[in-house]
């Protein structure tokens, strides 16, 4: 029963017997996401039958050593797949691995020899869980070895961002890529697409018709989309000092986001029909010229400061990070999509490390009446606005105002929540999601490489300023006291939303 309950909110469907490929299966991202998620995935009968967990590593492991690998860090990220006997003997069966150098021709015969191991499992799911300087050669060497044909089973590569740093080299990887695989074989994944509140948003907005009215610039003054973090930077030092918070977070993650809120109603849910209409929000979008970049962008890097009672250290004091360095670890910026449905409505995107809170959340603010007839006792409460929550407490909540119960005409704000914790403890995780559409084939969350391409023309001017700068605005760690932030909302209704982790409350 469990299981069902679970298949519904995932997907019914079951995919086929699936040889799971995992280069890097000794990394942090494996360890942490894929092993937890391919665990929970087989405890709700979501693999298809007879697939198998393949790792691929370096090191001289022995396929026990592997066994014993995945058994310690299920052990640590999703014990219940471990605690549980059965379980654990069930998944150690789909278990295999295969070692050796990713430039040497030899480990991808040692993988093509796995994969026609055993009749009936040819299908294969290749996960490129390591670094993008590396894509190139996996790819290339894939299909050197006969494993991008496709005549005997469905083969598709999977690759995490960064895609690229800039315009140039996310062309330039794209063609890579292409020379190797067919576009409908590669999956340029994005968790943030497979959390549940930003994929209830399409639901929420295609299968309801009640806002739809009101979804444009004649109702809405502003979007606000945030991504708050209260940790720092943490042991990426290597990664963010070349990426920072604007590449990190919002040419990926918050501009697909953007483009989810914006978009048409597609002709079908095709994945290439939704990514057409993702497509027109980024080519709609306006141009920013160099000297506008300081009136629609901010950046702030994080300095030392206490935090619930504990010395944080400066981003420049970090381990690995150059004592000068003008990485930025918060970001904003505010867009403007030019067509009918959103000329004028800014679109106003945020994103930074050593905030107050762990907080993510799309917020679309609605125009207030043109006649104020009554007005709120409560201060610092913003009304008339949608809420999608991504973390903490994934949910909607629409804010409005009602009367205070009683002979006065006292106004308080109330809140509409949907919370997605009333469907129970079953929800999938993004990971778990997006595995399941990359086996079935469902290419909708995916990002299209003239979407890649397209965002990063969009961000490039903004790169190129901040590039050209040997100095760097700083905030308190623990703190939203960022120096230029609160410019970019000049002239929006109510300004930011509060951040704080209770402000759903």
């Known amino acids: 029963m469990a299981g069902d309950k679970f298949a519904s909110l995932i997907g019914s469907e079951r995919p086929e017997a699936t040889n799971i490929v995992i280069f890097g299966a000794g990394g942090d991202l494996t360890k942490r996401k894929l092993l937890p998620a391919l665990a929970h995935m087989h405890r709700w009968n979501l693999l298809g039958p007879h697939s198998r967990i393949i790792g691929c590593v370096r090191q001289k492991w022995s396929k026990s050593h592997w066994v014993n690998y995945v058994h310690d860090q ?48 040819k ?91 009101l979804w444009n610039r004649n109702y809405i003054d502003h979007v606000q989309i945030s991504v708050s973090e209260s940790l720092g930077i943490g042991y990426r030092a290597g990664y963010y000092e070349t990426s920072g918070a604007f590449r990190d977070m919002i040419q990926s993650h918050l501009m697909q986001v953007m483009t989810l809120v914006a978009m048409e109603p597609p002709v079908s849910l095709n994945a290439d029909d939704v990514r057409d209409e993702k497509m027109k929000v980024l080519r709609s979008m306006r141009p920013i010229a160099a000297e506008d970049v300081e009136h629609i962008a901010v950046r702030a890097q994080y300095a030392a400061a206490q935090v619930n009672g504990e010395d944080v250290p400066s981003y420049r004091d970090e381990q690995n990070v150059a004592g000068d360095s003008c990485t930025e670890t918060f970001a904003a910026v505010k867009f403007y999509v030019d067509n009918w449905r959103w000329q004028g409505v800014p679109f106003v995107l945020r994103t930074g490390k050593r905030l107050p809170d762990r907080v993510s959340e799309i917020c679309i603010r609605f125009k207030e009446p043109p006649q104020k007839l009554f007005h709120l006792d409560e201060e610092h409460v913003r009304n008339n606005e949608l809420v999608f929550r991504l973390q903490p407490d994934e ?19 109330v809140k509409l929540d ?54 760097i605005a700083t905030y308190a760690a623990g703190s939203l006291d960022i120096p230029g932030m609160d410019a970019l909302l000049d002239e929006c209704e109510g300004g930011w939303r509060d951040l704080s982790a209770d402000s759903s409350s």
């Not at 998944?91 to 050796?100: F, H, M, P, S, T």
């Not at 079953?426 to 399941?436: K, N, S």
């Open 74 to 121: 299920l052990l640590h990220y999703f014990p219940e797949a471990v605690l549980n006997p059965a379980s654990w003997r069930r998944i150690a069966e789909k278990l295999d691995l295969v070692n050796g150098d990713l430039s040497d021709p030899a480990l991808y015969r040692q993988l093509a020899d796995a994969l026609h191991a055993d009749e009936g499992k």
């Open 123 to 213: 299908n294969a799911l290749f996960y490129l869980a390591i670094p993008p300087s590396w894509y190139e050669c996996v790819c290339k060497h894939l299909h050197d070895a006969g494993l991008a044909d496709e005549s005997e089973g469905f083969r598709r590569i999977v690759v995490e961002k960064p895609f690229g740093m800039d315009l140039a080299s996310a062309r330039d990887l794209n063609g890579k890529l292409q020379s190797y695989f067919d576009e409908s074989q590669i999956y340029r994944i994005d968790h943030y697409l497979g959390k549940e509140a930003v994929q209830n948003l399409m639901v929420f907005r295609f299968a309801n018709s009640v806002l739809e009215p």
């Open 395 to 413: 949910g909607m909540q629409l804010s409005m105002t009602a009367k205070q119960p009683g002979l006065s005409t006292h106004l308080r704000g």
């Open 418 to 471: 949907a919370t997605y914790g009333m469907l129970g403890s079953g929800m999938p995780e993004a990971y778990e999601t997006l595995l399941h559409d990359v086996m079935l084939g469902e290419a909708g969350l995916f990002s299209r490489a003239d979407e890649v391409e397209e965002s990063w023309k969009i961000v490039a001017p903004v790169l190129d300023v901040w590039a050209q700068q040997t100095d």
